[in-house]
């Protein structure tokens, strides 16, 4: 378990992230040891349902733990075409802690570009350059994560992010050397096309190596999680045959687990007692998403089929997307 530490109240632990949680928890070193130290990005991508929110969820408790301070956002593909929606959801923390005067003051020249963006200020007459717009939020949010270090920024989804704010997180992290925060991004790959894929790109190209692709649970681990939540007599074979129907993608093990347990189908072909104990060990705790029913959609590849005649498990069908 990471950093030795007990699953929280409403956790589950999770497995075979350790790679990407020890990227988290090495970036929020670096962070927190030296305030003049420069920012860094970790985008983790994947398909849905490979744990990003849960990800996040991890560095959040880890930074919090940690003493930082953490603002986070999220996409939404219905919110898409609301302008700067989800930068303005990352900052409200702070915007909500700011006095107007205050505001003012941090944001210096800055306030009348910024600040009708980040709807604290009304709009000046004309259209504003966007461009000017941009610029202006990048300079206002590099203020305010200097007044907030240790600061960590989490932005989910990104893919659902809105074209103005993909617009600022590329141009922000672009320019990290010389302000301490840490940017964790999540975000499916497609999904976007056109200016928003340019923007993800170069967003990707600025985090260079610390770009994570989330695998599926190898058979090994997606045994372990059947047995932890299951119990050990799941066998061998009831276990090959969950990760048979679900690719080894997470959230579709863990529905699947939650419709056996709910309605207590048999959870072994053969004798409890012959369960082979997995060697595969879970990663960290997460709470974050809880998400049997959160945004889950079917990934692209359902994995392999059944290698044999269906146990239990393959009676299992997914629920529809939202
Ligand atoms: N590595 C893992 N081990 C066990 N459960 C996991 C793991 N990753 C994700 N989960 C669980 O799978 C579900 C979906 O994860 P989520 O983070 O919402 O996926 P995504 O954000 O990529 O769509 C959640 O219930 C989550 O707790
Ligand atoms: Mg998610």
Redesign the pocket.
């Known amino acids: 378990m990471t950093e030795g530490r007990p699953p929280t109240a409403g956790s ?6 350790d790679a990407e949680i020890a990227t988290v928890a090495q970036a929020l070193d670096v962070l927190c040891a030296d305030q003049t130290s420069a920012g860094s990005l970790l985008v983790l991508r ?10 996040l ?1 991890e560095t959040r408790r880890i930074a919090e733990r940690r003493g930082c301070a953490v603002w986070s956002a999220r996409g939404a593909e219905t919110l898409r075409s609301v302008p700067f929606h989800v930068v303005r959801q990352l900052l409200q923390p702070a915007l909500l802690s700011l006095l107007p005067e205050e505001a003012r003051e941090y944001l210096g020249d800055w306030y009348d570009i910024a600040g009708p963006a980040l709807g604290i200020a009304d709009p000046q007459e004309g259209s504003a350059d966007p461009q000017y717009v941009c610029d202006g939020l990048v300079a206002a949010v590099r203020r305010l994560a200097r007044r907030e270090w240790p600061l960590v920024l989490l932005l ?2 990104a893919h659902w992010s809105d074209q103005e704010t993909l617009r600022w997180l590329a141009a922000f992290v672009e320019r990290l050397d010389d302000v301490s925060v840490l940017v964790v991004v ?1 975000r499916r790959p497609g999904e976007v096309s056109g200016d928003g894929a340019r923007l993800l790109d170069t967003v990707a190209e600025a985090a260079g190596r610390s770009v994570s692709n ?1 695998s599926a ?1 190898t058979p090994d ?1 997606t045994a372990g ?1 059947t047995r932890a939540t299951l119990g050990r007599h799941a066998d061998d074979a009831f276990c090959r045959e969950v990760w048979a129907v679900t690719g080894g993608n ?2 579709d ?2 529905e699947l687990l939650a419709k056996v347990q709910d309605s207590e189908l048999p959870r072994s072909r053969h004798r409890p007692g012959n369960c082979a104990r997995s060697t595969a060990r ?2 960290a705790a ?1 709470s ?5 029913d ?4 079917r990934p692209g590849s359902p994995g392999p089929p059944p290698s044999s005649a269906p146990a239990s498990p393959s009676t299992w069908s997914p629920a529809s997307p939202p």
């Open positions: 589950a632990p999770l497995w075979e992230r994947g398909e849905a349902g490979l744990g990003k929110t849960a990800l969820a989910d989804d999540t989330l649970l681990a999680l997470p959230y093990t863990v879970p990663a997460d974050s998403t809880g998400s049997r959160s945004g889950w959609r």
